[in-house]
Structures are given as C-alpha cells and as structure tokens.
C-alpha cells in the first residue's frame, strides 16, 4: 500500500519555541491530507483539513494561529505549533488521501514541550 | 453530527480464544465504518471497511466485522486471536459523502495473553 511519512517522530521542545511537523505521500500524490491530534487514552480528533494550493480549513475549537498548516506541493504538508505550551504536548497524526479516495496514515509525531 | 462509542477501553484475552471488539455509531445519514490498527511504536493501519454490498467484511489477518443498521453496531470479531494480535483498535465512521472526515471512537486495547 502507499506510504505517508512523518517527521520528526518525537520532538521535545521548550515552552515557547516554535515546532513543525512534516508529512509527506511518498508515493502517491495527495490533494488533501487530514491532521489529527491524539491525547493520552482518548480517540484521535480531527484538527484540520490540508488541501493543496488553498488555505487548511480548521475544525470548531481549533486555534488557526496556533497551528499552522501548510500544503505547498501535492506530497507535503507540514502543520507548525507555534510558541508551544505544555498543554500543547500530545500525538499528532497525519493521513493522506490518494487518487482513489483512500486514506493512509502517518507514524504519528509525539511533542513534548518542557 | 456523528459519533462513535467503543465499550471497551481494554480487552485481555488468552492465545486462541475469540474476541470481539464493540462499536456503536451514532448518524443522521448514510454511514462508512472502518476499523484501525496501531501497533506499539507504529502508525494507524486500516484493518477493514464497509462502504456498501455485504454487511459482512473481512480482514486478511481473519478479523471480520458486520454493520448491523438496526443496532448501529460494527463489532469486530476473529475466533481465535495470537499473540501479534496485541494492539490498539479504532472504530471510525464517515458520515455522508463527505469521504476522509473520520471521527474515531475512544480506542479498545487488545492485549492477547500466552
């Protein structure tokens, strides 16, 4: 099956600074890429949808000047947390949808802010 | 609004017994059901799905799940489970046609016991 990428896998970070997160289709072009945010023992929930070209529309309660995204080409998308918090320490996960409509995930990034 | 419910935040099974995983959804229209897998230390993996035809659906690894409308169930079942079985399972509903919004429910844990 096809392969989405994330990098970094794990990222520990001082409260303040800036972190981001890459994914990328690496072998499938993907117009729309989903990021997801994962809290510890609690589902996985829908952050915002990536869409090449165009600006990432963000689900209710989900700060946009917070979380950056950004889909510059047809295989990555990168989602920067910015002036990150404690609070804002979790697994964040991408997914991919390809030419078909299927959807593939990434490894997932965990970020840990001090 | 959509929703899914897993009843079970962890599920111990020994080597070759059967389990079954639970899942409830909740939609207002016309639903597609899938069920993740995440391996320790590694990405969601989708395990199966039921998009329309047989409300019975299968995996390669001898998971099968059934949508039961009545009941707004997809359970997810094998008869005899092994050790590599151990897990993290996502039950995930698109509601609509709006392909690639999945909401996740909270996530069961597998653990299969020797």
């Known amino acids: 099956g096809a392969v989405v990428s994330q990098h970094p896998s794990r990222v520990i970070c001082k409260s303040g600074t800036s972190v981001k997160i890459e994914c990328r289709s690496l072998d499938f072009q993907a117009t729309t890429m989903f990021w997801y945010r994962q809290f510890p023992k609690q589902s996985l929930m829908l952050m915002a949808t990536s869409n090449e070209g165009s600006k990432a529309t963000y689900e209710q309660g989900v700060e946009k000047d917070k979380f950056l995204i950004n889909h510059a080409s047809l295989t990555l998308s990168t989602l920067t947390v910015t002036s990150a918090h404690p609070e804002d320490s979790s697994f964040y996960i991408c997914?991919?949808?390809?030419?078909?409509?299927?959807?593939?995930f990434g490894e997932g990034s965990r970020l840990t802010v001090l | 609004a959509q929703s899914v419910t897993q009843l079970d935040s962890q599920v111990p099974v020994f080597e070759e017994a059967p389990v079954e995983l639970r899942c409830n959804y909740s939609?207002?229209?016309?639903?597609?059901l899938f069920w993740y897998v995440q391996y320790p230390n590694q990405g969601l993996q989708l395990l199966l799905k039921?998009?329309?035809?047989?409300?019975l659906v299968e995996s390669i690894n001898g998971f099968e799940a059934e949508f039961n409308k009545s009941q707004t169930s997809f359970h997810l079942r094998k008869p005899s489970v092994h050790i590599s079985d151990t897990a993290e399972y996502f039950c995930?509903?698109?509601?609509?046609?709006?392909?690639?919004?999945?909401?996740f429910g909270q996530g069961t844990i597998l653990t299969v016991h020797p």
């Open positions: 997914s991919a949808r390809d030419g078909v409509g299927e959807l593939f």
């Open positions: 039921y998009l329309s035809g047989s409300t």
């Open positions: 939609s207002s229209v016309s639903v597609y």
């Open positions: 995930a509903v698109i509601g609509g046609t709006s392909y690639g919004k999945l909401t």
